[in-house]
């Protein structure tokens, strides 16, 4: 017997070994996570980079030197921060997503439920998983784009927070998503019909103040829109919403889909055979 259990006494019969937080169980599964998509970086990380890189330089060469500047700011350093934030979502839900749907078909999903991991730990571990990957690519995209876009930050502390939240609420909906689906096909719907409108039409590529007073009101409950538009605050100080009640509405939708994710997660809806 090694030296260190040599005294080790095992707890009484019925008595649980972990107690708490398995903080050793979510960081092996949260460590499992990220190993996910870095051994994948090519297509995880460099790819959404290039295809924002696309983006930006379509705009920028057929519409960019037109068009005029949108609050006294570039067009092409206005457009910058969205396109990050739409990397940051996309990707975000993408992995968790694609985690949770992958398991349930290859039959090995038992590994998350059968290890001493409480439901809330298992969605823990899962969500920030998406969370650095989303992460990671904001970081990616924000490299790529500066010498081209010439974006500063005006407000760091809303750079971090609104990429937070957004990948959070991405990474759970991820989850939920991967949960609900039985194949690819419903994943791609909930992206293409879902995520893809709703992020592109919240002023990704516009200024929300330039749509017609009953356009403006319908963004205003897009939760995408106050993700964007505070991207966008902190990157160039300007915004079209109300800065304080997006931050609170983005915090209150990571908070609500990460709690529903635990309640989802627990109940073992199509997890469980």
């Known amino acids: 017997?090694?030296?260190?259990?040599?005294?080790?006494?095992?707890?009484?019969?019925?008595?649980?070994?972990?107690?708490?937080?398995?903080?050793?169980?979510?960081?092996?599964?949260?460590?499992?996570e990220v190993r996910r998509f870095t051994g994948l970086y090519l297509q995880t990380i460099l790819a959404p980079v290039v295809t924002t890189l696309l983006y930006f330089a379509i705009f920028s060469l057929a519409i960019g030197g037109s068009r005029p500047a949108v609050h006294g700011i570039p067009f092409i350093t206005f457009l910058a921060p969205g396109l990050i934030m739409v990397a940051i979502v996309q990707n975000a839900f993408a992995n968790t997503a694609s985690s949770i749907l992958g398991s349930k078909m290859q039959g090995n999903i038992v590994d998350l439920l059968m290890p001493p991991l409480s439901s809330g730990e298992v969605a823990s571990a899962v969500i920030l998983g998406g969370v650095c990957r989303g992460m990671a690519v904001g970081v990616a995209n924000l490299v790529a784009l500066a010498p081209f876009a010439g974006i500063d930050m005006a407000h760091p502390w809303a750079v971090i927070y609104f990429a937070l939240m957004a990948s959070v609420s991405l990474s759970a909906a991820g989850v939920l998503s991967g949960i609900w689906a039985e194949k690819f096909d419903h994943m791609a719907a909930v992206t293409n019909f879902i995520i893809l409108p709703l992020s592109f039409l919240s002023g990704s590529f516009y200024s929300v103040a330039l749509l017609p007073p009953a356009f403006q009101i319908i963004n205003h409950f897009n939760p995408f829109f106050y993700l964007i538009d505070g991207m966008r605050f902190g990157f160039i100080g300007v915004a079209d919403g109300p800065v304080l009640i997006g931050a609170v509405v983005c915090g209150l939708t990571a908070a609500v889909l990460w709690g529903v994710c635990h309640l989802v997660i627990r109940s073992g809806w199509r997890l469980k055979a």
């Open 1 to 32: 017997m090694r030296p260190e259990f040599d005294h080790y006494t095992p707890p009484p019969y019925g008595r649980a070994r972990i107690t708490g937080v398995n903080w050793l169980g979510v960081r092996t599964l949260l460590v499992k």
